[in-house]
C-alpha cells in the first residue's frame, strides 16, 4: 500500500489495526513502515477473535487459604 493509499484509507486502517491485523506501507515498492495496534490488543489477538469481559471479583483480595497455597514451598507436602 501506498503512503497515499495510506492517507486516503486511515480510519479503516486503524480499525485494521485494532482488530490485530498489520499494515505495510510501502515507497516504491518496498516496505517503509508498519501500522500496528497497541499491545492492549495483543492479548485479544493471542487468543484468536475470542473476547472476554474479566468480572470485577477477579481484582478483589484473594483468600487467606488460597494466598497460603500459593506462599507454601513447592517441595512441601499439601496440608
Known amino acids: ?3 497515499k493509499e495510506a492517507e486516503d484509507q486511515f480510519e479503516a ?3 485494521a489495526a485494532e482488530r490485530g491485523e498489520d499494515v505495510v ?3 516504491g515498492g518496498e516496505p517503509v ?3 500496528v495496534g497497541l ?3 495483543a492479548r485479544l489477538k493471542a487468543l484468536g ?3 472476554f469481559r474479566i468480572p470485577d471479583s477477579f481484582f478483589e483480595p ?3 487459604s488460597m494466598l497460603d497455597e500459593f506462599e507454601r514451598p513447592l ?3 499439601p496440608t
Open 1 to 3: 500500500m501506498s503512503p
Open 13 to 15: 486502517l486503524l480499525a
Open 25 to 27: 506501507i510501502e515507497r
Open 33 to 35: 513502515a508498519r501500522l
Open 39 to 41: 499491545a492492549v490488543n
Open 49 to 51: 477473535s475470542i473476547r
Open 62 to 64: 484473594m483468600p487467606e
Open 75 to 77: 517441595l512441601d507436602k
